[in-house]
């Protein structure tokens, strides 16, 4: 045996094999998690791939195109008018003496609604006859003087100018009488306008007077009735906006309704375009009036119309939502591009589902109102399957 051997380095050796043999394996499970890890990163980044790349299904949601009535309209408010109302005030200044007209009165034409009281002006009626009666008294004498000088001039019994002198007399007095029988003509007037009379046959819809009020005619002419000629016959006036005003014409139809009757509707004839525009905070509107028949005498002046006139109307034709023309498939840039489309004058379209794909067909729409548009003309029929909007099904 060598002198130098050692049985210690035996055991140092065994303990750096195994050593040796320790960092390898843990190496080998390192790799092993390592490629195991990259695996896993790998398929979850081809599935995100797959996941976000795939063609997604779509939803059409369609309706059918159909036949049937589009009707195009001006909606306003209004109020229900007398077609004619008189205003009945008083000429003359003085104490009401008496009121015969009441609220609802029916009134002939010439009757007496009120009366002034009447003694002023029967006293200078009185006074102008008498100043009247005492000038042509005067004349008639001046006349008679006349005569007998002109007579005695002719026999030269006379001077000529005493005759010329007395034609002139006679000449002032008769200024005088024409005075006098024009204050009596007035004096009367005015006594005759003490009877406050209707003009019109109607009915009295408002009274502003009262026995023993005074009334001073003479500051401004005081309203005491107004009085509707025929509430048979009545008018709406509406407040329609300058927008509307384009599309309605004299004879269009219309119907309202009132709040007295939520479940009856009237109806009516445009019979004005008045051109009278009405600003109120920067808002123009105009008067429409619309005549009504009111034989039955249902409805009252000043009761609120909420108004419909029908501007445009067409009947049996091919119609299909609104929807349908504003759709495009493909989202926003789509639309985009059908603006660009109708900028460049090309056709409008509308899809349609054919073998499950949307169509494009072009065609020329007519009249719209608030939920179809006509289609005057294209590859369309009664039945086609129009695309309303899209939506993806995940």
Not at 11 to 16: A, C, F, L, N, V
Not at 186 to 200: E, F, G, M, Q, R
């Given at each position: 045996m060598d002198?130098?051997?050692?049985?210690?380095?035996?055991?140092?050796?065994?303990?750096?094999?195994?050593?040796?043999?320790?960092?390898?394996?843990?190496?080998k499970k390192y790799r092993l998690s390592a490629a195991l890890a990259l695996l896993l990163v790998g398929a979850g980044?081809?599935?995100?791939?797959?996941?976000?790349?795939?063609?997604?299904?779509v939803y059409y949601a369609t309706v059918p195109a159909s036949r049937g009535a589009i009707t195009r309209t001006a909606t306003s408010t209004g109020t229900v008018n007398p077609v004619l109302t008189i205003i009945v005030g008083a000429y003359d200044s003085g104490v009401v003496q008496n009121i015969y007209c009441d609220y609802n009165t029916q009134v002939r034409a010439g009757q007496i609604c009120a009366k002034i009281d009447p003694r002023p002006y029967q006293a200078?009626?009185?006074?102008?006859?008498?100043?009247?009666?005492?000038?042509?008294?005067?004349?008639?004498e001046a006349r008679t003087d006349l005569a007998r000088y002109q007579?005695?001039?002719?026999?030269?019994?006379?001077?000529?100018?005493?005759?010329?002198?007395?034609?002139?007399?006679?000449?002032?007095?008769?200024?005088?009488?024409?005075?006098?029988?024009?204050?009596v003509d007035?004096?009367?007037?005015?006594?005759?306008?003490?009877?406050?009379?209707?003009?019109?046959d109607g009915v009295v819809v408002s009274r502003s007077?009262?026995?023993?009020?005074?009334?001073?005619?003479?500051?401004?002419?005081p309203t005491l009735f107004l009085?509707?000629?025929?509430?048979?016959l009545l008018e709406v006036d509406t407040n329609t906006s300058e927008a509307d005003m384009g599309g309605v014409k004299v004879g269009d139809q219309a119907t309202f309704t009132v709040d007295a009757f939520t479940q009856r509707v009237f109806h009516g004839t445009v019979t004005q375009r008045r051109q009278s525009p009405q600003t109120v905070q920067n808002v123009v509107t105009y008067d429409v009036v619309?005549?009504?028949?009111?034989?039955?005498?249902?409805?009252?002046?000043?009761?609120?119309?909420?108004?419909?006139?029908?501007?445009?109307?067409?009947?049996?034709?091919?119609?299909?939502p609104n929807q349908a023309l504003r759709y495009v498939p493909g989202g926003l840039p789509a639309v985009e591009a059908r603006s660009a489309g109708a900028a460049a004058g090309r056709s409008p379209q509308v899809f349609v589902v054919r073998d499950g794909r949307p169509v494009a067909v072009s065609v020329v729409p007519g009249l719209s109102d608030d939920n179809f548009t006509e289609i005057a003309s294209g590859d369309l029929h009664p039945g086609d399957q129009v695309i309303t909007s899209e939506s993806p099904v995940r």
């Open positions: 002198a130098s051997f050692n049985p210690s380095q035996i055991d140092r050796g065994e303990k750096d094999f195994r050593l040796v043999a320790a960092i390898r394996g843990g190496l980044l081809a599935a995100s791939f797959w996941y976000f790349n795939r063609k997604s299904a200078a009626f009185d006074q102008y006859i008498g100043q009247l009666a005492r000038d042509q008294a005067s004349l008639d007579k005695l001039a002719e026999q030269n019994s006379i001077a000529r100018q005493q005759a010329e002198d007395q034609a002139f007399i006679v000449s002032q007095d008769e200024g005088t009488v024409k005075l006098d029988q024009a204050n007035a004096a009367k007037l005015n006594l005759d306008y003490t009877d406050i009379i209707s003009p019109v007077v009262t026995g023993g009020q005074t009334l001073a005619s003479t500051l401004q002419t009085i509707a000629r025929d509430l048979r619309i005549g009504v028949d009111n034989s039955d005498l249902a409805l009252v002046p000043g009761m609120t119309a909420s108004t419909t006139i029908i501007t445009a109307q067409r009947s049996d034709v091919i119609r299909v």
